[in-house]
């Protein structure tokens, strides 16, 4: 009888958290945090290579991560802070029990990580064209992460435009990242709130008003796209039929997930395991498959 | 499988017991319920395999065990998260009396959990494993492994393969595991004389023509690949399936599963993985309850779609191995069998 380690070989065990801080919590809105992580070890990749968190060839874009916390299992959640930043942002929206934890968790505390996992957004084909990001709610979590990446490197990208609705403008979140963006001049943000407030000056409307306001060259210009299902839907529709092809329109999705690997089945959609084809879908990719969000 | 012996049925036993002293035997045993499952046999003189019965297990409960403990975790006073795997053993393991659609799912849990150092437990288990399989003379009552070609006799994947001519046993030896064996203790073995290997091509045929069941998985393969089921197969199937999961319990091949934490108290807790079945109402509902799956109609739709479309689509063969299990367990009517049958109306 052989006595082994889970580890042999010093090979990494997929499954293992490692550890991190909450070094910083912004509170973005009643239901929305946004926490600011410290890893305190190496993240050890999908492939079960060792890459190193927090740094730029760690992670890219639009790829998630599994969230431990304590008593509460895992979730999968994306990385909200771009690879160019120092430190490693999860932004959070309370929903289930997991998220709740999160939201109780004070400075110092620590949660665990695995990961990065899935196909990030295809930053690479993006150089050159004007982009136009569109979300919703917490949607602007992976959206934010393409944007400082562009920010970072401004030479590589056209002109980027945002669109941001929430529900009221109490829910308006990542208020610290609108003014700085707002500020730089560089990305030319719209906001808009489903239902005013006596002191909001700004649109009233679902995003899909804002959007039909702009004329977005169809040639040039990407669309990122992130939130609720019936946004996502509605978008996708009304930017295909400006002309911009559905190779340029992008949007990253939602799924129950357990493992990230491409095991545990829990993500499946149509032939794909979107932990590991997904998040990231074109339009095009998705018209090919039988999804919930194209209803 | 090239090399062929005859191993006398009066040596079987025998055998047995000196190869229990090498490695933790499991096998299918009756027990005191009358229930035939694979089992480990820690006194071999005592207990005597079954082999007249298909064990109601297969091996995916040792492979792939239903609960595994994957950590303990501790939280310290410092907010500190410490995760720690547990301490594991595994025993050298040979399983006896495995038939070729359960051995045939074990060359399947291979393809989805080794590539890619993604699972490093079944890894640890498999490669501390040995595969003794038996042909099916006579298939069992709801078998159908003919029709997914995953049996009555196994060609390759064993390391020793039996066919029951008797008397004797046929012995065909496969993975290098079955010639070690041979070598170890060549005193069980004869060589096979021409006739008895020819024997076993007769038991063969013999076997693919006492199936019960005229079973069309090809029909239900193709229509599955061209979108041409008939109309309301999915919503008949929903409406019979009656939410109990036994299906993909005692499916060889379902590899579902789910992580959770279970606390010990306020400062412990240990990590589980357990198998789940996409069959299950929250499978894919998300927290916040958007759910991409319609559980109303579409929740055996990945089930069978994964089984006869998607894998023959990834591996070249389906992943139902014909082995009957779902159709003794399901009380509804909307097991493998249903399914094919309805797909070919």
Known sequence: MTIDKIRPGGVIDPYLPVRARISRIIEENPRIRTLVLEPLEELPAANGARSTAGRSSAYQPGQFVMVSVPHCGEAPISLASSPHEPELRLSVLKVGLLTEALHRLPVGAEVGLRGPYGRPFPLADLHGRRLLFIAGGIGLAPLRSVLESCLAEPEKFGPLTLLYGSRTPADLAFGEDLARWQQSGRVDCRLTVDQGAPGWTGAVGLVTELLAELEPAPEQTSVLICGPPPMIRAVCRQTAATGIAPEQIITTLERQMKCGLGLCRHCHLDHHLVCVDGPVYTLAQLQQLEIMELG | ?345
């Open chain 2, 1 to 345: 499988m090239s090399d062929q012996y005859l191993l006398s049925r009066d040596h079987l036993a025998p055998l047995l017991r000196r190869l229990a002293k090498e490695y933790r035997l499991v096998a299918p045993v009756r027990n005191d319920h009358g229930d035939t499952m694979f089992q480990e046999i820690a006194n071999p003189v005592a207990t005597v395999p079954d082999l007249e019965s298909q064990p109601q297990n297969s091996l995916k409960d040792f492979l792939f065990p239903q609960q595994e403990h994957l950590y303990d975790y501790r939280l310290d006073d410092a907010g500190g998260y410490h995760f720690q795997p547990p301490a594991t053993t595994t025993p050298p393991t040979l399983f006896f009396g495995v038939r070729p659609c359960d051995l045939n799912a074990v060359l399947y849990l291979d393809v989805v959990f080794l590539p890619g150092r993604r699972e490093l437990s079944y890894r640890r288990r498999r490669e501390n494993s040995l595969l003794i399989g038996l042909n099916c003379n006579q298939p069992f009552a709801d078998c159908f492994c003919a029709a997914v070609n995953a049996g009555p006799f196994l060609e390759e994947g064993s390391d020793l393969q039996l066919t029951d001519l008797g008397r004797d046993f046929l012995v065909e030896v496969g993975r290098a595991g079955g010639a070690e064996i041979i070598r170890r203790w060549p005193h069980f073995f004869r060589s096979a004389p021409a006739e008895e290997r020819n024997r076993r091509f007769q038991l063969y045929l013999e076997a693919r023509g006492g199936f019960s069941r005229q079973v069309h998985a090809d029909q239900a393969i193709k229509r599955l690949a061209a979108d041409t089921l008939p109309s309301g197969v999915w919503e008949e199937l929903a409406t019979r399936c009656q939410d109990c999961n036994g299906c993909a319990y005692l499916c060889p091949t379902c590899t579902c599963f789910t992580i959770v934490d279970q606390p010990q108290d306020q400062h412990h807790g240990r990590r589980l993985r357990l198998w789940d079945a996409c069959t299950a109402t929250g499978f894919t509902a998300m927290a916040g309850g958007h759910n991409p799956v319609q559980p109303g109609k579409d929740k055996l739709r990945q089930r069978f779609r994964h089984k006869l479309e998607l894998d023959v689509k990834k591996h070249g063969r389906p992943s139902c191995m014909g082995c009957g299990r779902c159709v003794g367990a399901c009380f509804g009517g909307a097991d493998i069998l249903h399914f094919i049958n309805l797909a070919g109306r």
